[in-house]
């Protein structure tokens, strides 16, 4: 990956507002910090691109996710199966609406334990994201990581 995080970085990141149903307060503030935290640090390099900075649409079309990306001379679309993320995001749901309850009514120690499941399955996700990204877009870690927060955001429901 190239080290220039100037040039191969997301500048935009938007969520297609058709794909989104109203969500919960928790929901929607873990959607917003995972654009802030995304657009803040990340490495995110389209194969075939010379150069950022990119700005990248999110959207669900006919349960695949789609992933709209434009940057100086590059413009593309990249259509994944969700098939591989099923299981996943309905686990990470559940710990997740786990946790939210466990904030307002458990012990700290309950709390940590619910959050390092949850933890644990996010990099377990963004691990799957960057191999199903092969070929297409390389990116980090971290980037993953927020980018499967917003992949989970298409799918919350209210």
């Known amino acids: 990956m190239a080290d220039d995080r100037t040039t191969h970085r997301l500048q935009t990141v938007e969520l297609d507002e058709e794909s989104l149903a ?25 194969e075939g691109a010379s150069g950022g900075p990119y700005d990248l649409k999110m959207g669900l079309v006919e349960n695949r996710l789609v992933l709209d990306v434009s940057g100086p001379g590059y413009e593309r679309r990249h259509i994944l199966s969700l098939s591989p993320f099923r299981g ?7 710990i997740c609406e786990s946790y939210y309850q466990a904030i307002r009514n458990s012990t700290p ?3 940590e334990a ?29 980037t ?15």
């Open 22 to 46: 109203a969500v919960s307060r928790d929901q929607e503030q873990e959607r917003q910090i995972a654009i802030f935290d995304l657009l803040e640090e990340n490495a995110f390099h389209p």
């Open 144 to 158: 993953a990581r927020r980018l499967f927060t917003l992949i989970c955001a298409l799918h919350w429901r209210g």
């Open 109 to 111: 120690a309950q709390i």
């Open 114 to 142: 619910l959050d390092m499941g949850r933890r644990g399955l996010h990099n377990e996700a963004s691990e799957l994201l960057r191999t199903r990204l092969g070929g297409k877009i390389e990116t980090d870690g971290d």
């Open 88 to 94: 996943i995001i309905k686990d990470y749901f559940m």
